[in-house]
Nanobody
Framework: VQLQASGGGLVQAGGSLRLSCAAS????????MGWFRQAPGKEREFVAT????????TYADSVKGRFTISRDRTKNTVYLQMNSLKPDDTAVYYC?????????????????WGQGTLVTVSS
């Protein structure tokens, strides 16, 4: 399975961006997709996740109400709509796929990762 993230860029505080993550490969059998982010000098942190079949979503408290995760099963693509962006949201954003349920907020639960896309929010 290959994951290709895109959509990052430079935006002013208060602005919006939409990230995309397209999955491809011989077999795509995901239980859920997630977005993580990693700021310079910090650990990778959970942002949001969505179950593939039913579409149940969960968010980190820091992004709740501002970010929306969604998926298009016909395109094998997951999105992260980011609104009201803050400088603290600046990070490399990674999409990831996990093939089983359970804990969703730790990176080691995810089986496949995209290459990351940089989001920079200026003040």
């Amino acid at each position: 399975v290959q994951l290709q993230a895109s959509g990052g860029g430079l935006v002013q505080a208060g602005g919006s961006l939409r990230l995309s993550c397209a999955a491809s490969g011989p077999t795509f059998n995901s239980y859920a997709m997630g977005w993580f982010r990693q700021a310079p000098g910090k650990e990778r942190e959970f942002v949001a996740t969505i179950t593939w079949l039913i579409g149940i979503t969960t968010y980190a408290d820091s992004v709740k109400g501002r970010f929306t995760i969604s998926r298009d099963r016909t395109k094998n693509t997951v999105y992260l709509q980011m609104n009201s962006l803050k400088p603290d949201d600046t990070a490399v954003y990674y999409c990831a796929s996990r093939i089983s349920g359970g804990t969703y907020y730790t990176p080691d639960r995810y089986n496949y990762w995209g290459q990351g896309t940089l989001v920079t929010v200026s003040s």
